[in-house]
């Protein structure tokens, strides 16, 4: 959340407590969403913080976002399990529905989910050790991440220097540069990851992180060529 929230600027200490008045809430979804919302109504007594929250709520019916048992009063009272429900569907909806990869046959896949998967199968493919299955178990070892930054940035990580049995240090090594060399805020320790059962919405919502990120490097690169080619043009042109 915060690092959607520092475009605002805008931070969560607590994400129990400072989500209960609605305003962040609001903030947050403008941001994912790139959309004006209602106003908050201003004050501090429960009734407007229930306004808020329902103004918030009102705006994911409205984007067809299914909520299930959350209300408005379960989140100005701190209510911790749909606190989080609600959080991880405005990701689901802004983050990660919004994903679209194209197969072969130029067929999109089924889910979110699949496509993000798919992506990174596709990105990841040839690297030795690489064999992205799901978002759990097969980014234990680290090398998935790097392969990720690697096929995108080789200029800032030696994917050749890891190996399968050091994960700790290859988790470390890759969140480190995402963050450091990408910006990309580390939503990850390595004890998270390198566990029995790592936390799957958790591994996703990281990966996501990524996609968007070089994503829209891509996007960037193509319309420079653009540019360039229109650019190539006028000057020929001039000199005719």
Not at 73 to 86: A, K, P, Q, S, Y
Not at 97 to 117: F, G, H, M, Y
Not at 120 to 127: H, I
């Amino acid at each position: 959340m915060n690092s959607h929230l520092s475009k605002v600027p805008c931070r969560v200490n607590d994400l129990y407590s400072d989500l209960r008045d609605g305003y962040i809430i609001t903030k947050l979804l403008e941001v994912l969403s790139g959309e004006q919302l209602p106003k908050p109504t201003r004050g501090r007594m429960r009734i407007h913080s229930l306004e808020n929250v329902d103004k918030a709520l009102q705006f994911l019916k409205e984007q067809r976002v299914h909520l299930e048992n959350v209300g408005s009063h379960d989140i100005v009272d701190g209510n911790h399990r749909l606190t989080l429900g609600l959080i991880w569907t405005i990701i689901l909806r802004f983050q990660i529905q919004v994903i679209k990869i194209e197969t072969e046959d130029n067929r999109e896949t089924r889910s979110a989910k699949d496509a993000l998967l798919l992506w990174c199968q596709m990105k990841t493919a040839g690297y030795p050790e690489v064999n992205i299955q799901n978002f759990t178990t097969s980014w234990r070892d680290g090398l998935a991440f790097s392969a990720l930054i690697h096929r995108h940035r080789p200029d800032i990580i030696d994917f050749s220097r890891l190996t399968k049995s050091n994960a700790t240090y290859n988790l470390q090594y890759a969140f480190n540069t995402a963050e450091q060399q990408l910006s990309l805020i580390k939503l990850l320790d390595p004890e998270d990851v390198n566990t029995e059962n790592p936390d799957e919405k958790s591994i996703i919502t990281y990966v996501v992180s990524f996609y968007h990120y070089f994503s829209k490097m891509k996007a960037l690169a193509v319309e420079g060529k653009r540019i360039g080619k229109v650019l190539d043009q006028a000057i020929a042109t001039e000199k005719d």
